[in-house]
């Protein structure tokens, strides 16, 4: 869909003559990364050399290695949607890479998830040993990486105390005309509440709840969000079965082809382009 927008858009320049040849697209797109952690989620930003992250995947498959392939010396910030160990345990491998000055972290945000316990001491005692700024973030709160596109957390509401996926951060970005949700691990009665909330919600592209579990992405969700894309981070072989294949019988009516709904063990790492007001569309 947007790849034909796309399209359209380069033959009316070409036809009408009323834009120089590459006028349009001389400012870069915002890359958005959905990297393969295996089970896990990750998501990383890229914007004319600079860099963000959407939670940090498991520990023990080589993150910062990840991190150095794509060229990450530094990142403006870093969010952990909850404190779920395939969400947030790469950090756990930042402490060589700070120290050995191949790593800047210059803000670290989190949700106030109140499942405490060994990734999150281990992700306090971190911030700590390094001075590390950072904050809770909370529904209604921005986050600002690169301009002419609106980073708003969606999920967990301020002044109600919620443990793990029901704690997860919601991520809404937008320009003029494209819409991403990333609903890291969120359930279902919180993708209630959630509509209760945001009665409007739509979105273009949809990063499936819960790497595509049942316990997340009802009808009534997909359905009143009508993505046109969806894509799932899950790892090949996972013992949990994911995603589940009601799951993926939804998404496949919503987006109407399953083409659409992209899968990063079948795929590995997905690379979307976003150009400002203009479109997306997977490289």
Not at 87 to 95: I, S
């Amino acid at each position: 869909m947007h790849s034909i927008l796309f399209t359209l858009i380069l033959l009316l320049c070409s036809a009408l003559l009323s834009c120089e040849e590459g006028s349009f697209l001389e400012e870069k797109p915002l890359k958005v990364h959905f990297l393969d952690v295996g089970q896990g989620l990750s998501v990383l930003f890229e914007y004319e050399g600079r860099f963000a992250l959407w939670d940090t995947g498991p520990d023990s498959i080589g993150f910062v290695d990840t991190l150095k392939h794509y060229g990450v010396d530094s990142l403006d910030w870093v969010v952990l949607s909850h404190w779920h160990r395939d969400h947030v345990g790469g950090f756990l491998e930042f402490p060589s890479a700070i120290k050995n000055h191949e790593l800047i972290v210059k803000k670290v945000f989190f949700t106030n998830d109140t499942a405490y316990g060994f990734v999150s001491d281990s992700v306090f005692s971190i911030l700590d040993e390094f001075g590390l700024n950072n904050d809770t973030i909370y529904r209604g709160d921005s986050l600002f990486f690169a301009s002419g596109w609106l980073f708003q957390i969606l999920w967990p509401p301020k002044g109600v105390n919620l443990g793990g996926n029901a704690s997860s951060g919601v991520l809404f970005i937008r320009d003029s005309l494209s819409k991403m949700l990333l609903m890291s691990d969120l359930e279902t009665p919180q993708e209630d509440a959630l509509l209760s909330l945001s009665p409007s919600l739509k979105t273009d592209l949809l990063q499936v709840g819960h790497h595509g579990s049942l316990n997340s992405n009802s009808m009534r969700f997909l359905s009143q969000i009508l993505p046109s894309e969806a894509i799932i981070s899950v790892g090949e072989g996972n013992s949990y079965h994911h995603p589940a294949s009601g799951t993926l019988s939804k998404l496949y009516l919503i987006v109407g082809d399953s083409s659409y709904v992209h899968r990063t063990d079948l795929e590995g790492s997905l690379i979307w382009l976003w150009n400002k007001n203009i479109g997306f569309w997977i490289q």
